[in-house]
């Protein structure tokens, strides 16, 4: 079965290779590709008030948040404040980590807004992000789109370095 993945953030399209950590690049738990999300003057602005922001966003640039968004339909597989896995229909789980080493931040700069065990449309609203955190905490912000299955391919629809918006075709995935 053939689906496609949908960019989960604007920014930029990059291959894998390009991100900061071996399991990840070396596609070690899957395909896949990164974004680096749009930066200031990249591109759309968000609203605060538009994303629900909490408190502890309040002091938060709009230029430093990304809305993370589904990049498939299917059901909400794992649910951190710092990632998330989509499984589709198909069985194949499709994971967006947002930056790299983030899991050390233990939420801060995250405001989640769904729940394991939910279904999604590709482009829901999961996750607001204020990369600023992860950037003050010297983290990498690129964000690996991971295909977790060793049994698939996937085929990238744009090259890397191509700026996108969240919603954007971005890979075709299936089963070999």
């Known amino acids: 079965m053939t689906f496609t993945i949908y960019a989960p953030l604007s920014g930029t399209v990059e291959a894998l290779s390009a991100v900061p950590d071996p399991v990840f690049s070396q596609e070690i738990i899957g395909p896949g590709f990164a974004i680096v999300p749009e930066s ?16 502890s966003d309040a002091g938060a640039s709009a230029d430093s948040l990304s809305i993370a968004n589904a990049p498939i339909s299917g059901t909400v597989h794992s649910l951190h404040p710092h990632a ?17 080493d983030t899991v050390n931040l233990k939420g801060e700069g995250f405001t989640v807004h769904a729940s ?3 279904a999604v449309k590709a482009g829901s609203p999961l996750i607001t992000w204020d990369r600023s955190i992860a950037r003050r905490a010297g983290l990498a912000v690129i964000v690996p789109v991971i295909a977790l299955r060793p049994d698939v ?6 090259k890397p ?16």
Do not use: P, Y
């Open 40 to 55: 200031e003057g990249a591109g759309a602005t968000i609203d605060v008030a538009d994303v629900g922001a909490s408190t």
């Open 84 to 100: 998330f896995a989509i499984k589709h229909r198909s069985g194949t789980g499709i994971l967006v980590h947002l930056g790299i």
């Open 116 to 118: 394991k065990g939910d």
């Open 153 to 158: 391919s996937m085929k990238l629809l744009v």
């Open 161 to 176: 370095g191509t700026f996108v918006r969240a919603g954007v075709a971005i890979a075709e995935c299936w089963e070999l």
